[in-house]
């Protein structure tokens, strides 16, 4: 994993030699293209279209099109990567953070219920299980790390409240956080079948696996915004600053 946030290309850089990251920050639409591939936008954001697709032996030509086609659409509401840090904060804050506290928890009832009456017979989701509470307790305390440390710091920043703090050690910490995140996210798809409940699964068992989807959804964009915007942005500021 790269613990590095995203590098914005220069003009008229090839979408070949773009990131994806910036991609999608440009155009949060593009981000359907890339989870239909499944290329990620979010803690593999820095990655180059080019080298991307290769990973995942996806022909480059093939997502520059689909790009292109997504670009002729208009666009609908208006695009969090385009918000002053201190607002794209407070976004983040009251769009995915509450979103975790609501949903961590009722998570993690069901799995825990789900693994207790079914984990006899399927094996795979105690390990489920495991891995999610591994991942709630990890963003728990890494949202209340956000809210209480780095985004004050960055909202001072960006309100010209002051122009000095040590940011590399805070952001370098939330991205291997995001990393983190992201690992568990990819074993908890490979352990759900990609979040596809069995026939003859329960209604919490199905209930369980579409809020586990419904997680890896909002938690990739969330990851992109901080990764891709404002932690790349609020560096920049740093250094107009010294």
Known sequence: MSHKTNVFSAPGTPVEQRTVGELVAERPGRS?????HQIDFCCQGGLKLQDACTRKGVAVQTI???LEAEAAQKT????????????????IVNKHHEFLKTE???LSHMSARVATVHGGHTQSLIELANVYQGLNEE???HILKEEQILFPAIEALSTGRTKEFPLDGPIGCMIREHDDAGSALKRLRELSHGFVPPPEACNTYRALFA????????LHTHIHLENAVLFPGAQALVAANN
């Open 139 to 141: 963003l728990s305390s």
């Open 104 to 106: 961590l928890p009722r």
């Open 64 to 66: 520059v099109t689909q």
């Open 211 to 218: 809020g586990l989807a419904d997680l890896e959804k909002d």
């Open 76 to 91: 609908d509401g208006k695009n969090p990567a385009t918000l002053p840090l201190h607002e794209l904060t407070s976004y």
């Open 32 to 36: 359907r293209i890339f989870q239909q």
